[in-house]
Every structure is written in structure tokens, then in C-alpha cells.
């Protein structure tokens, strides 16, 4: 851990929990007054450990019921292929995370549609556009059966 205290690790784990809470709220679960709380919120947000503030949506309640896992194999390694390939994802918005990992894939992609015809859109008219793409394999989600969105802190 980014050498934290206590106090800002029951910070942080208030935040995971509830983003929304005014700066007087999250001092009182803290025990500090409003002031020195708040600098402790900025400190946290210079240093990084805190990027920003979001909306958790749901995805099938907005319109987004497909998830599809997709495994992109590069035709090769090199920086310039994998720049120009991350360059290229960056602006699908289907897109939602894109991870380079380890095997015989080297990238895992989660790209969320509204139906499976805008699934295949997707994949014929932008993914496999994007340059340095040798194959794609996808697996479809049959159901969530656990997201989180905060980090296991102990404090």
C-alpha cells in the first residue's frame, strides 16, 4: 500500500462504499473534523489513489444485456503493433475494459451490445479494423454472478 495511514484507509473504504458522501459525513465515520478531512481527500486524489467519482450503471437496465468476453490474439509483439492496437480500442466505445494479459492471447476485452446483431456490427465494421489484429475469439456471458467494485481494504 502507497505508505497510508489508517485514517485514509477508512477514507478511502467509506468512498468505495459511498461515493456520494458530503465532505461533513465522511468526517464524522472518519473522526476528523470537516477541514482536515478534506485535505486528507485532496492528498489522496493528488497522490492518485483516488482517479475519480462515478455512477455504477446497470448494463441490462440501460440497454446493454450482452456481454461478450473477446480474446485478441496480435500478429506479433512488437511496441509499435501494440501501441497502434491499444491506440485503436481506446475509441470503442463498446469497449469497456481492455486488459493485456499473459498466454496465448494478448488482450481480454469486455465489450457490451444491445442484442447480438449489434454484437456482429461491432465486430465486422471496428474491432476487426483495428490494425495488428491477428485472430479474435469470443465468449459470450450467460450471467453475472458477481461484480465488485471496490478493493478488499482492511483497516
Known amino acids: 500500500m502507497s505508505n497510508i495511514d489508517k485514517i485514509d484507509q477508512n477514507i478511502i473504504f467509506n468512498l468505495q462504499q459511498n461515493g456520494r458522501l ?11 473534523s470537516a477541514s482536515p478531512c478534506l485535505r486528507r481527500v485532496k492528498n489522496l486524489e493528488k ?3 483516488i482517479s475519480g ?3 455504477i450503471i446497470d448494463e441490462v437496465s440501460y440497454g446493454f444485456p450482452v456481454t ?3 480474446s485478441v490474439r496480435l500478429e506479433n509483439q512488437t511496441d509499435q503493433i501494440l501501441k497502434s492496437f491499444e491506440k485503436g ?15 496465448n492471447r494478448d488482450y481480454l476485452l469486455r465489450v457490451v451490445a444491445s ?25 459470450f ?9 471496490t478493493l478488499p481494504l482492511k483497516y
Not at 479494423?129 to 479474435?136: H, L, Q, R, Y
Not at 456471458?141 to 467494485?149: D, E
Open 22 to 32: 458530503t465532505n461533513f459525513e465522511l468526517a464524522e465515520k472518519v473522526g476528523l
Open 53 to 55: 467519482y462515478t455512477a
Open 47 to 49: 497522490k492518485g489513489l
Open 89 to 103: 480500442i481506446t475509441s470503442l466505445n463498446e469497449v469497456m475494459d481492455c486488459w493485456l494479459v499473459t498466454g
Open 68 to 70: 461478450a468476453f473477446v
Open 115 to 139: 442484442d447480438l446483431k449489434s454484437y456482429e456490427t461491432f465486430m465486422r465494421e471496428d474491432l476487426t479494423k483495428v490494425k495488428g489484429i491477428a485472430s479474435i475469439e469470443t465468449n
Open 141 to 149: 456471458a450467460l450471467g453475472r454472478v458477481k461484480t465488485k467494485n
